[in-house]
């Protein structure tokens, strides 16, 4: 299985801060990269598709990028309704795995 | 506008089978799309379980592989999850959830169900 690792698994930042979030896969999955938002007690929203592609409705304070097998997630300015758990997923090959999350708190 | 909702017991014993629906509106099953379960234990991350085809071709995780059976009905627009010999590690919340294959774009969950908790206790 590919494994996905994400860091960090929680971040502390305010409102107006601009975060990143990386994701590293195991080997190489080209851009098959995933991007979801989960709000407690939620279902998981999907944010970007294909490294970079910003999902129709999702503002474009977010945004993806990869280097190799290093993906990034970016929320240029947060915003309250930001504060949430992110996922990253592999869509490479099955079995389709994620990240293990990075929890976004207000500081 | 396309949903999903989740149905079954919430409480299943150790050593039986923990059966799921997923009943589909707003788009037919039998459209191209693979039709997903995926399940997230409590404060966990997230786990795929496998998936069916609107030609009922499957694909399940080999973790889970010789508990699984995912299976489509299309009379009813739903398709189901059965797990079996369930143990106190498969208690999660369940989701199902429509993937979408495009070729450049790759493979991605858009719509989900807002889960179910099964509780695995005797």
């Known amino acids: 299985d590919i494994q996905m690792t994400q860091s960090p698994s929680s971040l502390s930042a305010s409102v107006g801060d601009r975060v990143t979030i990386t994701c590293r896969a195991s080997?190489?999955?080209?851009?098959?990269l995933n991007w979801y938002q989960q709000i407690p007690g939620k279902a998981p929203k999907l944010l970007i598709l294909a490294a970079s592609s910003l999902q129709s409705g999702v503002p474009s304070r977010f945004s993806g990028s990869e280097s190799g097998t290093d993906f990034t997630l970016t929320i240029s300015s947060l915003q309250p309704e930001d504060f949430a758990t992110y996922y990253c997923?592999?869509?490479?090959?099955?079995?389709?795995?994620f990240g293990q999350g990075t929890k976004l708190e207000i500081k | 506008q396309v949903q999903l909702q989740e149905s079954g017991p919430g409480l299943v014993k150790p050593s039986g089978t923990l059966s799921l629906t997923c009943a589909v509106s707003g788009v037919s099953i039998s459209s191209s799309y693979w039709w997903s379960w995926l399940r997230q234990p409590p404060g966990k991350g997230l786990e795929w379980i496998g998936e069916i085809s609107h030609s009922g071709s499957t694909n399940y995780n080999p973790s889970l592989r010789s508990q699984i059976t995912i299976s489509v009905d299309k009379s009813n627009n739903q398709f189901s999850l059965k797990l079996s010999s369930v143990t106190a590690a498969d208690t999660a919340v369940y989701y199902c959830?429509?993937?979408?294959?495009?070729?450049?774009?790759?493979?991605?969950?858009?719509?989900w169900g807002q889960g179910t908790l099964v509780t695995v206790s005797s």
């Open positions: 959830a429509r993937a979408v294959f495009t070729t450049g774009w790759g493979y991605y969950f858009d719509y």
């Open positions: 997923q592999q869509s490479y090959s099955a079995p389709y795995t």
């Open positions: 080997q190489s999955i080209s851009s098959y």
